[in-house]
């Protein structure tokens, strides 16, 4: 067998044990499906007065508007939990019999991280079925949804990079899980709520530069409007960069962990 | 030869209830003095949710129908009791690990009525929802909410208070039902639930379908517009009474079911 082959092998092994355990705790699923759905139907509901206001860009409807969004939140928390994961494998030492066993090191990561990507294509498939199934219209069709689910996937796993190298870094479960609401004040410093046109100063000019904020609008477009060339490059370019930060950081923080011992 | 008699002196039921809450009350302060950082994640939460819910949703009150061009003074009771539905529900889930732990079984095997011993959980929650109140009202007023008056202030203060004794209610309830701390997400997002399903983010008049009519059966709403009104207009009594009425209801029906869990688990 080649070593390829077997590697994919590892990855995929490691990937379906990350997915089991997401599943079979619900407290784990739950912050990432429950809470963007709830606030999902809150906002909707309570700002959804907001396509009256002028300069708000034309959508059939604010859950139309808010499917990006929510997904972001789902992405992100999965990025979140998944660092957690892997940081609860270190406490516990599963990860240490990992590193000893003869299998690459990155397939460790990778593993993880494959857990993450398929908690992000799941969420990603939940919203689009919420917004189906209350009326939401994709204006991009088919493709269109396939695009937002795509980049959905690899944003979930570009995030995620982020997330293991802080829990390969500090191996503290209880350091990871305290980021959580630094991933809240990204996601409100971006576009993911509102556009970024009708936002108040400071939350504005931030959201301009936010790299979540490319993200967001490559996957609204094919929501609200329609598939835009420009758009998804930024979405795909963004994604690129998170994900080769967090392969970077990931690296960095595996080699101090092998040679802390 | 005969052991020579001790005299005993009678404590008073009350006084001996009060000291037990007390106690119960001082054990939470130690928690939170030995390990201050437990608080951080109960302040960081409602602050961020209020400045970033005023930076994305503040340009709501172009809308026709907002009683107030400020969303700070809009959202900053929202906030509030946020902070005191997270404060609380946190309650419920110590009691979960206390209960893991072994310390519910000892404390179930003392004398003392376990009405007083939910009492004790669900006050020293009151009291350390003051902890965020505090903060976010201060980062409200810095922020240009403007000050809601001393009735406006104690009245919403009030409010906080009660809401997190209503979270700590249901948190013990579930705390005690699942025996877990793995219902800690059902303790918080129920209340996060509870509180939002309200005119949090808009007046009620422009709440979008279901949600208007939920936030009109909801008990939570009176709760929010009473402790709301003095930072959008002026006190009146008929915006407060219905939020106490909503906040005993609640108490009585989430105590209860804490207390029946209490004494099942007794059992």
């Not at chain 1, 498939?125 to 939401?136: H, N, P, R, V």
Request: glycine share 10%; hydrophobic share 60%.
């Amino acid at each position: 067998m080649s070593a390829l082959v077997l590697n994919a092998r590892v990855v995929a092994a490691l990937g379906m044990r990350s997915i089991r355990q997401t599943f079979r705790r619900p407290q784990l699923i739950a912050p990432i499906i429950v809470f963007p759905t709830l606030l999902l139907a809150i906002q909707t509901g309570g700002a959804g007065g907001a396509v009256e206001l002028p300069g708000f860009p034309p959508v059939q409807s604010f859950l139309q508007f808010m499917l990006a969004g929510a997904m972001m939140q789902a992405l992100m928390l999965a990025g979140n939990s998944g660092g957690i994961a892997l940081a609860v494998d270190i406490e516990m030492g599963f990860t240490d019999r990992l590193f000893t066993a003869p299998i690459p090191r990155f397939a460790i990561v990778l593993g993880r991280l494959a857990g993450t990507a398929a908690l992000g294509l799941f969420a990603s498939c939940w919203f689009l079925a919420i917004g189906l199934i209350f009326g939401a219209e994709i204006e991009g069709g088919v493709l269109g949804a396939l695009l937002a689910m795509a980049l959905v996937t690899t944003a979930a796993l570009a995030v995620g990079g982020i997330g293991a190298a802080i829990a390969l870094r500090t191996g503290s479960a209880s350091v990871v899980q305290g980021l959580f609401p630094l991933v809240l004040v990204v996601l409100f410093l971006s576009t993911a709520f509102f556009p970024q046109e009708l936002m108040i100063e400071p939350a504005k000019t931030i959201a301009e530069y936010n790299p979540l904020s490319f993200v967001v609008e490559g996957v609204r477009e094919p929501i609200i409007a329609g598939i835009n060339a420009g758009d998804t490059l930024a979405a795909v370019a963004t994604i690129a960069g998170i994900f080769a930060l967090g392969l970077l950081l990931s690296d960095r923080a595996l080699r101090h962990r092998l040679r802390a011992g | 030869m005969e052991a020579a008699a001790v005299p005993t002196v009678a404590v008073p039921a009350w006084r001996a209830n009060l000291a037990t809450i007390g106690a119960m009350m001082t054990r939470a302060r130690n928690e939170l003095v030995r390990v201050p950082g437990a608080a951080i994640p109960g302040v960081l939460a409602p602050t961020i949710f209020f400045l970033g819910l005023n930076g994305v949703f503040g340009a709501l009150t172009q809308l026709s129908g907002f009683s107030t061009g400020s969303y700070e003074a809009f959202i900053v009771p929202v906030s509030m009791l946020q902070g005191a539905g997270f404060t609380g529900a946190a309650a419920g889930v110590n009691l979960a690990r206390d209960y893991e732990s072994g310390w519910v079984d000892r404390l179930l095997v003392s004398p003392a009525p376990r009405w007083v011993i939910l009492a004790g959980t669900v006050l020293a929650a009151s009291a350390r929802a003051m902890i965020p109140a505090v903060f976010v009202f201060t980062i409200a007023l810095l922020l240009g909410a403007g000050f809601p008056g001393v009735d406006g202030m104690v009245i919403c203060f009030a409010m906080v208070a009660a809401m997190a004794a209503v979270a700590a209610c249901w948190g013990s309830f579930l705390a005690l039902r699942f025996k877990s701390q793995s219902a800690a997400p059902l303790m918080q997002s129920g209340m996060m639930a509870l509180v939002l399903l309200t005119p949090a983010y808009a007046p009620i008049a422009l709440l979008q379908g279901w949600l208007r009519t939920v936030a009109e059966v909801n008990p939570v709403t009176h709760v929010i517009e009473a402790a709301r009104q003095g930072f959008v207009a002026s006190v009146t009594w008929a915006d407060t009474w219905p939020g106490l009425l909503a906040l005993a209801g609640l108490l009585l029906v989430l105590g209860g079911l804490a207390l029946r869990e209490m004494r099942r688990t007794a059992q």
